[in-house]
């Protein structure tokens, strides 16, 4: 089993592990599975400073997925916006039955 890590952890850990460079394929969907990993770490996020942290992992995350695809910054936040008109946020706490 492989797992996406950062760029450095190589030099890092130097002969404590074994790495390979992912083929493009492999690459997208271990930025989907990392996704999933560092969402799952802000959800148990037991302090403002663990928050923050994961948060910047998570949203470190996002951007390597948005590059990957070709999608700007600007552009997914074009989308989000859009949303907002048409949907609204989530600053008034709503939850609905299901």
Known sequence: MKKLVRDK?????????SFDILSNDDYRTSLREKLVEEATE????NSRANLVEELGDLEE????????ASITYEE???IRQSKIIQR??????IA???
């Open 61 to 68: 995350v996002l951007r390597a997925i948005l590059t990957d």
């Open 76 to 78: 997914m936040d074009s």
């Open 88 to 93: 609204g946020k989530f600053d008034k706490k």
């Open 9 to 17: 952890i190589p030099d890092i850990v130097k002969e404590d592990g």
């Open 96 to 98: 609905m039955s299901i």
């Open 42 to 45: 802000v959800k148990a996020a």
